[in-house]
């Protein structure tokens, strides 16, 4: 699986965002897929998920209600709303074992090169 996130930058506090995540082999099909994050010195950790179908989606707290997950048939993408500068981290998107939105890292098999978020106040 090649997994290849983008759309990352350097942005303003309050500033909107959309990261993409494309899947070179066409393998979003049938499996959820989600975003994690990482900054320096800390784990990664979860994002948002969403299932195979998209109508299931699941968010971490600290971004529920500014951050939204969605997909298409050959990508997924991660809008970010008023973006703080607590989010500066490298995003990351991953694929799923499974086809449901899982919050735990090791439900997810294939990941990305991430791409580098970065938030001024």
């Known amino acids: 699986v090649q997994l290849q996130a983008s759309g990352g930058g350097l942005m303003q506090a309050g500033d909107s965002l959309k990261l993409t995540c494309a899947d070179s082999r066409r393998t979003f099909s049938n499996n959820g897929v989600g975003w994690f994050r990482q900054s320096p010195g800390k784990e990664r950790e979860f994002v948002a998920g969403i299932a195979w179908r998209g109508g299931n989606t699941v968010y971490d707290d600290s971004v529920k209600g500014r951050f939204t997950i969605s997909r298409d048939n050959a990508k997924v993408y991660l809008q970010m709303n008023s973006l703080k500068p607590v989010d500066t981290a490298t995003y990351y998107c991953?694929?799923?074992?499974?086809?449901?939105?899982?919050?735990?890292?090791?439900?997810?098999?294939?990941w990305g090169q991430g791409t580098l978020v970065t938030v001024s106040s």
């Open positions: 991953a694929t799923s074992r499974t086809p449901y939105a899982r919050r735990d890292r090791a439900s997810y098999a294939y």
